[in-house]
């Protein structure tokens, strides 16, 4: 590795936002409670100024240190995607963290240092790179998702999240170590290099293939690596639930997208079976199992696993059509996917942190009953956040499901998009569930305790941008469309 002082440039945004993570967790324990806001807006601030580098980053490509960090369009789409999901994860945190009296300052810190490792995710060319930026946003994300520190489902969450991811690192890294033996590189150029002159049948390459899987599959909450889904979506408090469910899967899908399309393209004929089995198992099991869930926060997050299985659909539609036209299409539809998901799953997740039941939150799926009469506009925001989700025009949900059929389409899966429209078609079943429990029931029929829900001008904020998404990009999807099918040319 070489380095170069203008090497510090091309990670501009990587330092702001570790230097700001140091500055709040600095700052938090010699600042008053009273004061505290004052760190909410050091994040936002820090968001904001690496928005506007990164956007001017994206028409000047560049690497640092030796090409093992490349900052290109795909990279600076994937960290837009994300910035803006960290900004609505703090002003959603703003009033849930007090609502919920956890008064700890480091939670901001610690969602930098979740997307410090993000960021350097999407944008590492090196699958050591790639791992130690994992790592740092696992890390972090494990401590915040036992946040509630009194309450013995959070550090329950914390703990199985903690072993599980643990074990998943172990299986990639030693992934990583077999390509490394067979190829002589961690570099995704050189590995690809390496890779076209072996064969394909190569047990060695095969093995390490299928390791990398299992270990992104666990980020991606794919089945059958999805077992730690459920429990920690439904122990973590649900701003950090909203920010794992939305921002570590982008940033996982980043990363694994270019290491399969990068470097190890030449192996699409090995990768793209296990993928079409992951898929539609995921398809599958996140969709059936949905259906008799109780708990609002599980059913969204067996809800999250299906739709990872929605996204694979374009990786698979990808691998089979290889580098065609069709093959950037399924890549750019699962950027597109991922993008329209975050809207809609991130505005559900904020209507769930608004309701209240006495002192605790609502969670159960009960506790929505008579909403549309206690109160009508938080209900018609979940009634569009619900009806996106199931694919029912003219939502967003329902672009991002039409894009990526389409890849399957293109690349000769018609019986694939034919399933998972079934599928889909079933997923109405429990998002149209909650409709109904809101418009259809009276309030108090099934509770004696009212719930009640928190409003604040933040979580006004994050459901606007969640709902505008949802609306805008249905009706006129084009600029985004545009966007991630110029990043997905930058791929090589």
Same mark, same amino acid.
């Given at each position: 590795?070489?380095?170069?002082?203008?090497?510090?440039?091309?990670?501009?945004?990587?330092?702001?936002?570790?230097?700001?993570a140091?500055?709040?967790?600095g700052?938090?324990?010699?600042?008053?409670?009273?004061?505290?806001?004052?760190?909410?807006?050091?994040?936002?601030?820090?968001?904001?100024?690496?928005?506007?580098?990164?956007?001017?980053?994206?028409?000047?490509?560049?690497?640092?240190?030796?090409?093992?960090?490349?900052?290109?369009?795909?990279?600076?789409?994937?960290?837009?995607?994300?910035?803006?999901?960290?900004?609505?994860?703090?002003?959603l945190?703003?009033?849930y963290?007090?609502?919920?009296?956890?008064?700890?300052?480091?939670?901001?810190?610690?969602?930098?240092?979740?997307?410090?490792?993000?960021?350097?995710?999407?944008?590492?060319?090196?699958?050591?790179?790639?791992?130690?930026?994992?790592?740092?946003?696992?890390?972090?994300?494990?401590?915040?998702?036992?946040?509630?520190?009194?309450?013995?489902?959070?550090?329950?969450?914390?703990?199985?999240?903690?072993?599980?991811?643990a074990?998943?690192?172990?299986?990639?890294?030693?992934?990583?170590?077999?390509?490394?033996?067979?190829?002589?590189?961690?570099?995704?150029?050189?590995?690809?290099?390496?890779?076209?002159?072996?064969?394909?049948?190569?047990?060695?390459? $095969?093995?390490?293939?299928?390791?990398?899987?299992?270990?992104?599959?666990?980020?991606?909450?794919?089945?059958?690596?999805?077992?730690?889904?459920?429990?920690?979506?439904?122990?973590?408090?649900?701003?950090?639930?909203?920010?794992m469910a939305?921002?570590?899967?982008?940033a996982?899908?980043?990363?694994?997208? &270019?290491?399969?399309?990068?470097?190890?393209?030449?192996?699409?004929?090995?990768?793209?079976?296990?993928?079409?089995?992951?898929?539609?198992?995921?398809?599958?099991?996140?969709?059936i199992?949905?259906?008799?869930?109780?708990?609002?926060?599980?059913m969204?997050?067996?809800?999250?696993?299906?739709?990872?299985?929605?996204?694979?659909?374009?990786?698979?539609?990808?691998?089979?059509a290889?580098?065609?036209?069709?093959?950037?299409?399924?890549?750019?539809?699962?950027?597109l996917?991922?993008?329209?998901?975050?809207?809609?799953?991130?505005?559900?997740?904020?209507i769930?942190?608004?309701?209240?039941?006495?002192?605790?939150?609502?969670?159960?799926?009960?506790?929505?009953?008579?909403?549309?009469?206690?109160?009508p506009?938080?209900?018609?925001?979940?009634?569009?956040?619900?009806?996106?989700?199931?694919?029912?025009?003219?939502?967003?949900?329902?672009?991002?499901?039409?894009?990526?059929?389409?890849?399957?389409?293109?690349?000769?899966?018609?019986?694939?998009?034919?399933?998972?429209?079934?599928?889909?078609?079933?997923?109405?079943?429990?998002? $149209?569930?909650?409709?109904?429990?809101?418009?259809? &029931?009276?309030?108090?029929?099934?509770?004696?305790?009212?719930? &009640?829900?928190?409003?604040?001008p933040?979580?006004?904020?994050v $459901?606007?941008?969640?709902?505008?998404?949802?609306?805008?990009?249905?009706?006129?999807?084009?600029?985004?469309?545009?966007?991630?099918?110029?990043?997905? $040319?930058?791929?090589?």
């Amino acid at each position: 590795m070489t380095f170069a002082p203008g090497d510090l440039l091309v990670i501009l945004p990587e330092l702001l936002v570790i230097t700001a993570a140091c500055v709040v967790l600095g700052l938090d324990p010699i600042t008053p409670v009273s004061k505290k806001d004052g760190l909410v807006w050091l994040t936002l601030g820090t968001l904001a100024i690496c928005m506007g580098v990164t956007a001017s980053q994206m028409s000047a490509p560049a690497t640092a240190f030796g090409g093992i960090v490349i900052v290109d369009a795909y990279a600076c789409f994937w960290k837009l995607l994300l910035y803006f999901v960290t900004g609505l994860t703090v002003l959603l945190s703003f009033s849930y963290l007090k609502e919920e009296r956890l008064y700890f300052g480091e939670y901001y810190g610690f969602v930098l240092l979740a997307l410090s490792g993000m960021m350097v995710m999407v944008s590492a060319a090196d699958l050591l790179t790639i791992y130690l930026g994992t790592e740092l946003m696992s890390l972090s994300l494990y401590v915040m998702a036992g946040l509630k520190r009194s309450a013995p489902r959070s550090l329950e969450a914390s703990a199985k999240y903690f072993v599980l991811g643990a074990f998943s690192s172990g299986i990639l890294l030693y992934g990583i170590s077999l390509l490394y033996g067979a190829t002589g590189s961690t570099r995704l150029p050189a590995i690809a290099a390496a890779i076209g002159g072996r064969s394909v049948d190569d047990p060695l390459l $095969l093995f390490a293939t299928i390791l990398l899987a299992v270990g992104f599959g666990f980020k991606l909450a794919v089945v059958p690596f999805h077992m730690w889904t459920p429990d920690v979506y439904q122990g973590a408090p649900t701003s950090v639930t909203a920010f794992m469910a939305v921002a570590s899967k982008a940033a996982s899908f980043g990363a694994f997208l &270019r290491v399969f399309v990068e470097g190890l393209g030449g192996l699409r004929a090995n990768w793209t079976d296990i993928f079409l089995l992951l898929c539609v198992g995921t398809l599958v099991l996140g969709n059936i199992v949905a259906l008799v869930q109780t708990n609002i926060k599980r059913m969204l997050a067996y809800s999250s696993i299906a739709h990872a299985g929605y996204a694979l659909i374009g990786v698979v539609a990808a691998g089979m059509a290889g580098g065609s036209v069709a093959g950037t299409n399924g890549i750019a539809s699962v950027m597109l996917y991922i993008v329209l998901y975050a809207f809609m799953t991130f505005g559900a997740f904020s209507i769930v942190a608004m309701l209240r039941k006495g002192g605790l939150e609502g969670e159960e799926i009960e506790d929505f009953t008579g909403l549309a009469k206690r109160h009508p506009i938080a209900a018609l925001l979940m009634l569009v956040f619900m009806v996106s989700l199931a694919g029912i025009p003219p939502t967003a949900g329902f672009i991002g499901k039409f894009y990526v059929f389409m890849s399957a389409v293109e690349a000769g899966l018609t019986w694939l998009a034919v399933l998972a429209l079934v599928f889909a078609a079933i997923s109405a079943y429990y998002y $149209l569930r909650i409709v109904m429990v809101m418009y259809m &029931r009276e309030p108090g029929e099934l509770t004696a305790v009212s719930p &009640r829900l928190v409003a604040s001008p933040a979580l006004s904020i994050v $459901l606007a941008c969640a709902v505008a998404g949802v609306v805008l990009f249905g009706i006129y999807p084009n600029p985004i469309v545009s966007l991630a099918t110029h990043a997905v $040319l930058t791929l090589k």
